[in-house]
């Protein structure tokens, strides 16, 4: 037998050996999650509310007039750990779990406040978490009705907060969206805390709205609707205070490039409106003594949207009266924002720490 017939046959092996799927599973008996609510009940038991894709009812809206179905079903499970709270799921849902298409993780203040630790391990253990789904905050006393609020257009809480995450960076600055792999990058730097978004539910009355819970704290009538603005800074695995829009707006000039921002320049009568079209933060240190100096400059491109006074931005006087006194309201705003994480979260949200360690390792 040639060499070129035994190279042939070996090929014709390996490919024979790699075309089995041994795990398959038919796309109709799997429930597929759309969002997860990780919460911490008051005997120290975790509790896992999982929001499934109903495929009888795709193709529906959120009245579900077409298809008489919801669009998704939720289902809780408790357990004295992350993994037993999920088998527990599997008594009200006749169908294997299927976490691949996931958009969202949410956590209550009471979980994150008291420890993140153990959800971070399992689900970077587990062989089916997947670390894209954006991590949440959820701020207040019934972070379970958010699978039972307004959602706009979408047809499950996940994929809202996808489109969101899509959409909002290109209007506005005031909130950040962080994926589940750079939540952990942070919480593993030294010198980097992480920081996760931040949503809350607020009762707006009887307007209307998408989807209406029977269990949801809101009365006969009212509708919940999400609120989504500002930062959950974290120190280690802990939460440890929120930020406002305008301090995650400076968070995120500090941090990264943002799309789009609009600021208002107050004036004795009508305010001056600016869009910021770009930034670029370059953050350098030094050490003088005993004491370490962080050095922040940041270039912003930015548009006069309205004019107020009756200045003429034609020209260089008024342009530059604008620019001062942009810069100085920027600059009010980021030290505060600074101040804050420094004074009294106590926690180095803005990386000063690993900047310093990559200039200055010893």
């Known amino acids: 037998m040639s060499k070129k017939t035994v190279s042939l046959l070996l090929c014709l092996v390996a490919v024979l050996s790699c075309v089995s799927c041994q795990s398959r599973e038919e796309p109709k008996n799997m429930a597929v999650v759309n969002s997860v609510l990780y919460d911490l009940v008051e005997d120290g038991r ?43 799921l599997t008594v009200s849902i006749e169908r294997s779990f299927f976490g691949g298409h996931n958009k969202t993780r949410f956590f209550t203040e009471r979980l994150a406040k008291a420890d993140m630790c153990a959800v971070l391990d399992f689900l970077l253990r587990d062989h089916l978490a997947d670390e894209t789904p954006t991590m949440i905050v959820i701020r207040g006393q019934t972070p379970e009705d958010i699978h039972f609020s307004t959602i706009g257009l979408a047809d499950l809480v996940g994929d809202y907060f996808e489109s969101m995450g899509k959409n909002q960076p290109q209007h506005m600055a005031e909130s950040v969206f962080v994926s589940t792999l750079d939540f952990v990058k942070d919480y593993y730097e030294e010198g980097k805390e992480p920081v996760a978004g931040v949503a809350m539910i607020e009762v707006c009355g009887d307007k209307p709205s998408g989807n209406v819970s029977t269990d949801s704290q809101s009365g006969p009538g009212e509708t919940s609707i999400i609120l989504y603005e500002g930062l959950a800074a974290f120190k280690g695995s802990r939460l440890v205070g929120y ?17 789009t921002a609009i600021i208002s320049i107050p004036t004795d009568q009508n305010p001056f409106v600016l869009e910021i079209g770009s930034s670029k933060a370059d ?6 003594g005993e004491q370490a100096k962080i050095d922040v400059r940041i270039q912003i491109v930015m548009r006069v ?31 505060a924002a600074i101040h804050k994480a420094q004074r009294q979260l106590h926690s180095d949200i803005f990386g000063f720490g690993s900047h310093f360690h990559k200039e200055h390792p010893r």
């Open 243 to 259: 930020m406002d829009g305008d301090e995650a707006r400076a968070y995120n000039l500090l941090i990264k490039n943002i799309d």
């Open 46 to 88: 975790y509790r896992v509310t999982a929001e499934i894709m109903n495929p009888t009812a795709a193709g529906g809206t959120q009245d579900n007039t077409s298809s008489g179905k919801s669009p998704s079903i939720t289902v809780s499970g408790e357990g004295p750990s992350i993994r037993e709270a999920i088998s527990d």
């Open 305 to 335: 949207v309205t004019a107020a006074d009756m200045l003429d931005v034609r020209k260089a006087g008024p342009l530059n009266t604008l620019e001062r006194r942009f810069n100085e309201q920027m600059e009010k705003e980021i030290t």
């Open 283 to 288: 953050i350098s240190t030094s050490i003088k």
